[in-house]
């Protein structure tokens, strides 16, 4: 018996590369719509661009599924609310939602300065958060 999730409409936050994206990728294989959200930042969480999400959509819509791009910060609840209605006008639903959305302070603990932790916490921990 194969996975399937035909039907089924999926948020994959940071999926504009890495896990994300091949996450987005296996969702949409198996029939997921997929809203590719990618804020399109550095691995430092640095700048912005929603080009690495469309490339994904393109990837998807190229295979034969159905994906849209959503360059919205997790860090903001706001832009979050208009993700989802996004999905929700698009299809609507929301079935599944991978909070994968991270950035690299590349230091150990001790060495990092505490605004750089909290810039962490607020794309790992908050941004969990607010998409939930």
């Known amino acids: 018996m194969s996975i399937t999730f035909k039907g089924q409409v ?4 940071g999926a504009g590369n890495g896990l994300g994206r ?4 296996a969702l949409a294989a198996r029939g997921a ?7 399109g930042g550095a691995r430092d969480g640095s700048g912005a661009s929603i080009g690495a ?11 034969g599924g159905e994906a849209i791009a959503s360059g919205a910060s997790v860090t903001d609840f706001d832009a979050v ?13 929301v079935d599944v939602l991978v909070n994968n959305a991270g950035i690299l302070r590349d230091r ?8 750089d932790f909290r810039v962490v916490l ?3 921990l908050m941004g969990a958060v607010h998409c939930t």
Not at 53 to 62: F, G, M, S
Not at 81 to 91: F, I
């Open 22 to 25: 091949l996450h987005a990728l």
């Open 122 to 124: 607020d794309v790992h």
């Open 53 to 63: 999400a469309e490339a994904v959509v393109q990837e998807i819509v190229r295979a």
């Open 81 to 93: 609310q208009a993700m989802v209605a996004q999905a929700m006008d698009a299809w609507g639903r």
């Open 10 to 13: 999926a948020i994959v936050t």
């Open 108 to 115: 150990s603990f001790a060495k990092m300065e505490l605004t």
């Open 33 to 39: 719509r997929v809203v590719v959200n990618d804020l």
